[in-house]
């Protein structure tokens, strides 16, 4: 939907939420999973944070705007996606590639990512405002080797080769690489807890600040998980192929620095293919956008502090990004 704006001349705005959910399993809930329950004051179902909350509160937003007759400052584009958790090839994606005219004039997005609250204390709290996002590159690794006997020595075994292979990248430390939104929310973190920020010693910085840098931890580098593995049939029976998949994720700026990583520490015989790869995005943290969430979040909490925050994973706003609007949480 668009709702129009005072200024027509104005860059309008995109207001986007994903409908989907990940699947939840009835058995290891206390209330049926899609009930949506309400029980002690709170709202149960999968996905009621993630993310029919911000759903809800933008269609409330929206039907306030209808009923008192409010035009809002500039053009309002809602749009309600689906397959958001499944990398939204059927959603935004698919949205952007087919119909991108129904974001003509788009030059800003809000969507997910941010907006939760971090206490420092009693009476402070920081607010997560997402303005970057790491990027996505899920792989597939397949070692070719010998088959053979299981009886029989063979050092072009596929499950060896791919197994070293796996287990090198799973111990691999990448290193810290601190981009603009990081630095920028462990300096403000730093400052408001009167501990000293020293950009040559992060581990340091983050050990001051103690249990509010967990959520730091995980923008600070590029990372790699093995998570599946795939060979043979039977015991007595090397296989000749084994295959694995890798879950990357790399900071906006380096990309290339964790391809070229994997690549040295893959043995020889495996080979290396995406299964889904999509792009760190990184925005800068100032406009009228930024000051006008930043007012809106101190006008709620006068103690809260809003800071930039980098995604350690992605939304339908990496796709957004492919139209060339600047993408926030
Ligand atoms: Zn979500």
Same mark, same amino acid.
């Given at each position: 939907?668009?709702?129009?704006?005072?200024?027509?001349?104005r860059g309008a705005l995109l207001v986007h939420g994903h409908l989907d959910v990940v699947p939840a399993d009835a058995a290891d809930w206390q209330v049926p999973p899609f009930s949506g329950e309400i029980r002690d004051g709170y709202l149960w179902g999968r996905g009621a944070i993630d993310m029919k909350d911000t759903v809800a509160v933008m269609l409330a937003t929206a039907r306030h705007f209808a009923r008192t007759g409010t035009r809002p400052a500039r053009d309002v584009v809602l749009a309600?996606? /689906?397959?958001? &958790?499944? %990398? =939204?090839?059927?959603? *935004?994606?698919?949205?952007?590639?087919?119909?991108?005219?129904?974001?003509?004039?788009?030059?800003? /997005?809000?969507? &997910?990512? %941010? =907006?939760?609250?971090? *206490?420092?204390?009693?009476?402070?709290?920081?607010?997560?405002?997402?303005n970057a996002q790491r990027g996505m590159a899920w792989m597939e690794l397949t070692a070719t080797g010998r088959a053979g006997h299981g009886s029989s020595p063979n050092d072009e075994n596929a499950v060896t080769d791919l197994a070293e292979s796996l287990t090198r990248i799973g111990r691999e430390t990448f290193p810290i690489r601190l981009i603009e939104p990081v630095r920028a929310l462990l300096e403000e973190a730093a400052r408001l807890y009167g501990v000293e920020f020293d950009e040559d010693d992060i581990e340091g910085t983050l050990e001051r600040l103690g249990p509010v840098s967990d959520f730091m931890q995980v923008v600070l580098r590029n990372s790699a998980n093995p998570t599946m593995f795939d060979a043979g049939y039977q015991t007595n029976v090397i296989p000749g192929k084994a295959t694995a998949r890798v879950d990357g994720r790399f900071l906006p700026g380096h990309e290339q620095e964790l391809t070229d990583t994997i690549d040295r520490l893959l043995l020889p015989s495996v080979t290396r293919e995406w299964v889904n790869h999509d792009i760190a995005m990184e925005t800068t943290f100032d406009g009228p956008l930024v000051e006008a969430m930043c007012e809106a979040v101190r006008a709620e909490d006068p103690d809260g502090h809003p800071v930039p925050y980098c995604n350690p994973g992605g939304t339908d706003a990496k796709a957004f990004t492919h139209l060339g609007i600047r993408c926030f949480g």
């Open positions: 939907a668009r709702l129009a704006g005072a200024d027509p001349d309600f996606l /689906a397959d958001e &958790e499944a %990398g =939204g090839k059927f959603g *935004a994606h698919w949205l952007v590639e087919h119909r991108p005219e129904l974001f003509a004039g788009v030059t800003e /997005a809000i969507g &997910e990512g %941010g =907006g939760f609250s971090f *206490a420092i204390d009693d009476t402070r709290r920081l607010y997560p405002i997402e």
